[in-house]
């Protein structure tokens, strides 16, 4: 599949910039997959106004895809069928994307199967390259995106991801059929090697860029490039985000996104207000995500908001050493009642009843 053969009204949204959670694994207590609370969790981002699900990915567990396990097609093929008939039974259009992991013959196996299932893009890790060189990733890269419009993905290396230097970038950027690039480095200096490449490679109007710094969400939004080039400054924005952040409280996501979109279009000052928002982001993102343990709890964590909604049932990984950190728990009650502002839980309460129903 090419850019181009992307619904016209998907791509457009893409390319405003749209909120896309990267979608969590429903579990029973036995750590068997539960297609019920996943479809739960589909028809959830579609109400809540997402313009996408991205599934296969960090949030999803990468051990989907170990043999022993063997959920990756199971699941991809699930909720591609979930998005669908939800989002035709809502009158919408979702991007629907893929992550897709492994060298080079795995990640082809993936993209084949993806594709069959009618998924659109793929959220490119490139972990498994991490002691390749800079030409092995690129070819790797082009062997992707020869098959299917490519997501790039700057994964932080605390979670399993590589520093990729701006040379990598730059050559990246001129990659056909490369449609975004989600930037999760949790670094700003690494981040703005991104935006420089893009500006520097001419793809400032082909390559849409979507922050995935969970903890630097809103300054990332809000915040104009303007990139000195061979060819004059140019200027770029972040336009939306695929995150797992937003696979919580995603209804909340949604209307912060709209907000910020409205403040660029018209051309006002950045009210001071949401500077302080942005901290307040942060500081929940630190509840979810669990740095202070090294992010060991960050799955766990974002089950944990879930499981309070009744989306799903509780918080349990397909790794059983996966859990809530010490003092986790802790740390979600007061970021809810630090900031009832940033929750959804009004909004899920209404519709729960409805998305758990055939």
Same mark, same amino acid.
């Given at each position: ?20 959670? %990267? ?57 591609? *069928? ?29 993209? %084949? ?41 700057? !994964? ?6 590589? /520093? ?49 710094? *969970? ?27 695929? !995150? ?8 909340? /996501? ?41 992010? %060991? ?62």
């Amino acid at each position: 599949m090419k850019i181009g053969n992307i619904d016209k009204e998907i791509l457009s949204n893409v390319r405003k910039g749209c909120v896309i959670p %990267a979608m969590p694994l429903a579990l029973d207590g036995n750590r068997i997959f539960d297609p019920i609370c996943q479809r739960s969790l589909a028809r959830y981002y579609i109400d809540a106004g997402a313009g996408g699900i991205a599934v296969g990915v960090h949030s999803t567990q990468f051990e989907i895809r170990d043999p022993e396990i063997g959920l990756f097609e199971t699941v991809l093929s699930k909720v591609s *069928d979930f998005i669908d008939e939800w989002s035709e039974k809502r009158e919408k259009k979702i991007f629907k994307v893929s992550g897709i992991c492994g060298k080079t013959p795995q990640a082809l196996k993936e993209t %084949a199967f993806v594709l069959s299932k009618g998924y659109h893009a793929a959220l490119l890790s490139l972990s498994a390259l991490s002691n390749s060189s800079e030409d092995e990733m690129i070819e790797h890269v082009k062997a992707v995106a020869n098959e299917i419009p490519v997501i790039g993905f700057y !994964l932080q290396p605390s979670v399993g991801g590589c /520093a990729l230097p701006y040379s990598f970038w730059r050559r990246f950027a001129e990659i056909e059929n490369v449609i975004a690039i989600k930037m999760a480095p949790f670094n700003r200096y690494q981040t703005f090697d991104v935006v420089r490449a893009v500006c520097d490679a001419g793809k400032e109007s082909d390559i849409t860029l979507y922050t995935g710094n *969970d903890d630097n969400i809103l300054i990332d939004l809000l915040t104009e490039y303007k990139v000195a080039t061979e060819k004059g400054t140019k200027k770029i924005r972040i336009k939306g985000g695929l !995150l797992g952040h937003w696979c919580v409280w995603t209804q909340k /996501a949604v209307s912060l996104l709209s907000e910020v979109h409205s403040v660029i279009s018209e051309g006002r000052a950045i009210p001071s207000e949401m500077l302080t928002r942005a901290a307040e982001i942060t500081d929940s993102n630190a509840a979810f995500f669990d740095p202070a343990h090294a992010f %060991a709890g960050c799955i766990p964590g974002i089950h944990e908001i879930l499981r309070r909604q009744g989306l799903i049932k509780g918080t349990w990984c397909l790794n059983p050493k996966e859990v809530l950190s010490p003092g986790q728990s802790e740390e979600i009650d007061r970021v809810y009642r630090s900031y009832p502002h940033l929750h959804d839980d009004d909004f899920v309460k209404s519709y729960l009843n409805e998305w758990g129903r055939d």
